[in-house]
T-cell receptor
Framework: DAGVIQSPRHEVTEMGQEVTLRCKPI?????LFWYRQTMMRGLELLIY????????DSGMPEDRFSAKMPNASFSTLKIQPSEPRDSAVYFC????????????FGSGTQLSVL | GENVGLHLPTLSVQEGDNSIINCAYS??????FIWYKQESGKGPQFIID?????DKRQGQRVTVLLNKTVKHLSLQIAATQPGDSAVYFC??????????FGAGTQVVVTP
């Protein structure tokens, strides 16, 4: 398996623009997670899905952030409108059966909002 | 543990020596712990995990020790190599059954 695949690897955009990050989890994994990593706050869980259904979005910072999982092999994290404080590395991860087992992370998307 | 900002603790280790990375966790009810390694520009990579019914678990060149009495977790790396230079994170399952990550420790291997 190719692992968790994220795109793009780098995204540079201007404040106010819409940003869409993409993720393909490992095939057969029931759980998908979106994390954000910054130097100030470390790794923060934004939202996770079980069998394509959003279960807990309490980590989503604001209404500007939204996430979808239309099918088992694809998820998006959207920021609209983007702000400079959204600059971070965004990771997608998946796990096989639960939230309480090892997560497999993608390579991340480095987002810079100017 | 709660994430702290800006400056990661750094462990400098000479190549060939053993490394010990420590982690204090916050939830006495946590029953599952993981260590991850993150190299620059990459996502966290699973190293080893341990359940609370164990005190010790060994992998290839790595050992995780769990002390539930003082809520302490450690990762030992034997014969540290340059490729071991990375940030190491511990994670515990949280009150809501989700993994919560610590702030991380930067390991620098010197020749």
């Amino acid at each position: 398996d190719a692992g968790v695949i994220q795109s793009p690897r780098h995204e540079v955009t201007e404040m106010g623009q819409e940003v869409t990050l993409r993720c393909k989890p490992i095939s057969g994994h029931d759980y998908l997670f979106w994390y954000r990593q910054t130097m100030m706050r470390g790794l923060e869980l934004l939202i996770y899905f079980n069998n394509n259904v959003p279960i807990d979005d309490s980590g989503m910072p604001e209404d500007r952030f939204s996430a979808k999982m239309p099918n088992a092999s694809f998820s998006t994290l959207k920021i609209q409108p983007s702000e400079p404080r959204d600059s971070a590395v965004y990771f997608c991860a998946s796990s096989l059966r639960s939230t309480n087992e090892k997560l497999f992370f993608g390579s991340g998307t480095q987002l810079s909002v100017l | 543990g709660e994430n702290v900002g800006l400056h990661l603790p750094t462990l400098s280790v000479q190549e060939g020596d053993n490394s010990i990375i420590n982690c204090a966790y916050s939830n006495s009810a946590s029953d599952y712990f993981i260590w991850y390694k993150q190299e620059s520009g990459k996502g966290p990579q699973f190293i080893i995990d341990i359940r609370s019914n164990m005190d010790k678990r060994q992998g290839q060149r790595v050992t995780v020790l769990l002390n539930k009495t003082v809520k302490h977790l450690s990762l030992q790396i034997a014969a540290t190599q340059p490729g071991d230079s990375a940030v190491y994170f511990c994670a515990e399952n949280s009150y809501r059954g989700k993994l919560q990550f610590g702030a991380g420790t930067q390991v620098v291997v010197t020749p």
